[in-house]
């Protein structure tokens, strides 16, 4: 099971979600943490890539619904570790980190 941190600013965003963003987030993550489990990349319903100019990822959780983030270092040994950065509108591309 990979391992996780929300970022304060993630927290924030996070918490100007709607009840019904909170709950498309959470079932794409369930798609996200599979995908990483199989390692073998993220399906394209999910639409991860990485940014143009920054170490940072971003996923698509609805039509209008981004999620930043990066890999940290592992805090268990053999687990990837995801660092979420944003969460809301692609107004968050603005400042992705």
Do not use: C
């Not at 399906?43 to 996923?59: C, I, N, Y």
């Not at 999620?67 to 268990?76: C, H, K, M, N």
């Amino acid at each position: 099971m990979p391992t996780y941190l929300r970022l304060l600013r993630f927290n924030r965003d996070w918490a100007s979600l709607t009840a019904e963003q909170q709950a498309r987030f959470r079932i794409a993550v369930a798609v996200f943490v599979a995908d990483l489990r199989k390692g073998e990349g993220f399906r394209p319903s999910l639409r991860v890539k990485k940014m143009s100019g920054f170490d940072v990822w971003e996923m698509t959780w609805a039509a209008d619904g981004r999620a930043t983030f990066s890999y940290g270092e592992e805090t268990r040994p053999g687990e990837v570790h995801i660092v979420w950065h944003r969460i809301g509108t692609h107004d968050i591309f603005r400042k992705p980190e």
